[in-house]
């Protein structure tokens, strides 16, 4: 018996490991559980609120503010039928209608207070349908 297997670029391992990674912590560490929909991105921006509330320093977070972004890069992903790029160990999601989107920095605005996960996916499925 043979399974098909969904092919990824390249660009996309380091982000779905990453996205991976912060699935299973916050099940594990904050009985969270995140399922790739864009709802659950409430979550996510709840939890970066909390995390900047305690005043944390940002070396301290900086792995899970990269977690939350790539977790967040796969929803916009999956929900537009976009793809990982990346270039100089930097990662995107680009959507079908050509444009890139940054979810891994718009996880370190959302702790400077400045961000929106949430609002980034909408955002990008917004253009996506158009």
Same mark, same amino acid.
């Given at each position: 018996?043979?399974?098909? &297997? $969904?092919?990824? @670029?390249? %660009? *996309?391992?380091?982000? #779905?490991?990453?996205?991976?990674? =912060?699935? +299973? ?27 900047? &509330? $305690?005043?944390? @320093?940002? %070396? *301290?977070?900086?792995? #899970?503010?990269?977690?939350?972004? =790539?977790? +967040? ?33 718009? %996880? ?23």
């Amino acid at each position: 018996m043979t399974t098909q &297997q $969904e092919t990824r @670029p390249s %660009a *996309a391992t380091k982000p #779905v490991r990453w996205a991976a990674d =912060a699935v +299973a912590a916050m099940r594990e560490g904050a009985r969270l559980r995140l399922d790739y929909s864009a709802r659950s991105l409430w979550s996510v921006d709840r939890m970066i609120e909390d995390i900047r &509330q $305690e005043a944390a @320093p940002y %070396a *301290a977070v900086e792995l #899970v503010l990269r977690g939350f972004g =790539a977790y +967040a890069g796969e929803v916009i992903a999956r929900q537009t039928g976009g793809e990982w790029w990346s270039s100089g160990g930097d990662h995107w999601v680009r959507t079908p209608d050509g444009r890139l989107w940054d979810p891994i920095d718009e %996880a370190r605005r959302c702790y400077t207070g400045d961000g929106s996960l949430r609002l980034l996916c909408r955002d990008a499925s917004d253009g996506a349908r158009a």
